[in-house]
RNA sequence: GGCGCAUUCGUCUAGCGGCCUAGGACGCGUCCCUCUCAAGGACGAGAUCACGGGUUCGAAUCCCGUAUGCGCUACCA
């Protein structure tokens, strides 16, 4: 390998990075930094019409979260800058009119009404659409009668009509198609800017990129791509074409789709861990069944022959799974500090904030192992936080209990309780299952009642574990609530 | 319509001519563990490898055709 790996991710902004968009960013990134190479991001911001305010610092901001830094981008320059398109405007320009003066591309001053009567006639009768080449042939005195009305033209490339062109695709292997079929495309808008197919030949070349990685749908561009290297005199880079992720129906992943958006996906709870492992396994493998593996695996064994060539569906069960298994995984001061702005945020707003962090460290290895999103979490803790509880007290009856052995189980577990002197989770046991016993309980049965009394729900963490967080005094608190309650209640 | 690409359990995938009566994972079911919920463990159901022809002693793997799906077919990327 002489030439220096450079690969660019180019996103267009035009509002959100979506997972799809992602995943072609971590095929560069981890090619790139497998290889030592350079990760290069690039701006495609040549249509004016859909350019979204802030769509560029979303974007690094989802790149930044995931962990694809890149070395040579907007925000922080390169040798090779600017790292917008529309700052390269000038380039474009001189490559167009270099081509003209060549006589591989012409001005074209056909109205787009023209355009579309012609596409939709062609399709009327069957025909493929494409340019009717009408402009190809202008004489100098048709130009000048055109320019002196005012048009403003579009450069259209002269592509031939006959022969074949082909390349290879490191995924997808040889590739072949008929010149005959190809139109005389757009590659300078009347508006000056350059269209996908002239900016990404210029800047790709003029950054020094070795290797176009980018999803399947531009294989049929490719040919226009190569007659413009090949009228510039320029070396075309290698294609990596990788399929595409669809939705549920099967199509490309699009809005329509819902839940496209990598930040929703951390604002859903999902861990970066979990997004970089789960994404990079869409289409990508190393082998018949490793599957959890951390950044730094995942760079050592990346190697673009064995992403695969079928679409795929994003699987939201399995993420789900990984997330919990990457939840699992954090060590309880990490998890602490992320859960965090979620119980901030979840929390009924009758709890107190700021919240306490020491004590969320404490009922944080409660949930470790029953959260599969950071965003399950409040509810999950809830009543380690609230004050007052609130639920059905016919809920505190538990299986094959009656009202009235169920208020004796609480009255007597309350008056041991409180002459319990250490409030830990040998104490509790040793108090309670042989009560159970004495009361002529099963110890699940007295310790339902418990668990309904002192959370207020029927499924929580170990009861002695929850009792200890809580604490002696709030867990005597609700016992005594409770009570009350079920006297209340008419049996 | 034209051109291009693809096609292995519901989903993500392994497989690059014999190791495949097709392996793993998620999900699902049963059981074990167990104070509930999880987590964990065991077992199981689930794919005639889209279909039809070849090639070969032998094909999920190679070739051809068909079907289906997707992509492209813009002065969007």
């Known amino acids: 390998m002489t030439e220096p790996i450079r690969v660019r991710f180019a996103p267009s902004p035009t509002g959100f990075l979506h997972v799809g968009g992602v995943r072609t960013a971590m095929f560069d990134w981890l090619f790139a930094r497998h290889n030592g190479g350079t990760f290069i991001l690039r701006i495609e911001d040549t249509d004016i019409t859909r350019k979204v305010e802030g769509a560029v610092e979303y974007l690094m901001e989802g790149l930044k979260w995931l962990g694809l830094d890149w070395d040579e981008?907007?925000?922080?320059?390169?040798?090779?800058?600017?790292?917008?398109?529309?700052?390269?405007?000038?380039?474009?320009?001189?490559?167009?009119?270099?081509?003209?003066?060549?006589?591989?591309?012409?001005?074209?001053?056909?109205?787009?009404e023209r355009l579309d009567a012609m596409?939709?006639?062609?399709?009327?009768?069957?025909?493929?659409?494409?340019?009717?080449?009408?402009?190809?042939?202008?004489?100098?005195q048709e130009r000048a009668a055109k320019e002196a009305a005012g048009i403003k033209p579009v450069v259209r490339f002269k592509v031939p009509t006959e022969g074949q062109t082909s390349f290879h695709d490191i995924i997808y292997g040889d590739v072949v198609f008929e010149n005959s079929n190809i139109d005389d495309f757009v590659m300078l808008k009347s508006d000056g800017y350059p269209t996908y197919h002239l900016a990404n030949v210029v800047d790709d070349h003029a950054m020094k990129i070795s290797h176009v990685i980018r999803g399947e749908e531009w294989i049929s561009s490719v040919p226009r791509h190569l007659f413009i290297y090949k009228a510039l005199g320029y070396q075309p880079p290698l294609y990596v074409h990788h399929p595409l992720l669809v939705g549920p129906d099967r199509a490309k992943l699009s809005k329509r789709h819902g839940d496209v958006s990598l930040l929703e996906y951390r604002?859903?709870?999902?861990?970066?861990?979990?997004?970089?492992?789960?994404?990079?396994?869409?289409?990508?493998?190393?082998?018949?069944?490793?599957?959890?593996?951390?950044?730094?695996?995942?760079?050592?064994?990346?190697?673009?022959?064995?992403?695969?060539?079928?679409?795929?569906?994003?699987?939201?069960?399995?993420?789900?799974?990984?997330?919990?298994?990457?939840?699992?995984?954090?060590?309880?001061?990490?998890?602490?500090?992320?859960?965090?702005?979620?119980?901030d945020k979840g929390l009924p707003e009758s709890?107190?904030?700021?919240?306490?962090?020491?004590y969320v460290?404490?009922?944080m290895p409660l949930i470790q192992e029953r959260a599969k999103k950071l965003t399950e979490i409040p509810e999950l803790v809830k009543f380690f936080f609230i004050e007052e509880l609130n639920y059905d007290p016919a809920l505190l009856i538990a299986k094959n209990m009656t009202r009235e052995a169920t208020l004796?189980?609480?009255?007597?577990?309350?008056?041991?309780?409180?002459?319990?002197?250490?409030?830990?989770?040998?104490?509790?046991?040793?108090?309670?299952?042989?009560l159970a016993e004495e009361l002529g309980l099963k110890a699940g049965q007295l310790f339902s009642v418990l668990r309904t009394a002192v959370t207020g729900e029927t499924a929580t963490p170990p009861l002695f574990q929850t009792m200890v967080v809580l604490g002696k005094d709030r867990c005597?608190?609700?016992?005594?609530?409770?009570?009350?309650?079920?006297?209340?209640?008419s049996s």
């Open 119 to 140: 596409r939709k006639e062609q399709v009327a009768r069957k025909q493929p659409p494409g340019y009717d080449r009408l402009c190809r042939n202008l004489s100098l």
């Open 267 to 343: 604002d859903q709870g999902y861990l970066p861990e979990t997004m970089f492992n789960f994404i990079a396994l869409i289409g990508w493998s190393l082998d018949d069944k490793t599957e959890l593996m951390t950044r730094r695996q995942l760079i050592d064994t990346f190697s673009l022959e064995r992403i695969g060539k079928t679409g795929a569906i994003f699987n939201r069960e399995k993420l789900d799974w990984m997330n919990g298994v990457y939840i699992r995984s954090l060590a309880i001061d990490d998890l602490t500090q992320r859960a965090l702005p979620f119980l």
């Open 73 to 112: 981008g907007p925000d922080m320059g390169g040798d090779y800058g600017p790292y917008y398109q529309s700052q390269r405007l000038d380039l474009y320009k001189q490559a167009a009119e270099r081509l003209v003066e060549q006589g591989d591309a012409y001005c074209c001053y056909c109205a787009s």
């Open 351 to 358: 709890v107190k904030r700021p919240l306490n962090a020491g």
């Open 476 to 489: 005597l608190k609700r016992i005594d609530e409770a009570i009350a309650e079920l006297k209340k209640l």
């Open 361 to 363: 460290k404490q009922v």
């Open 408 to 434: 004796k189980a609480l009255e007597v577990s309350l008056q041991r309780m409180k002459q319990l002197s250490s409030f830990d989770e040998g104490a509790l046991e040793t108090l309670l299952r042989p």
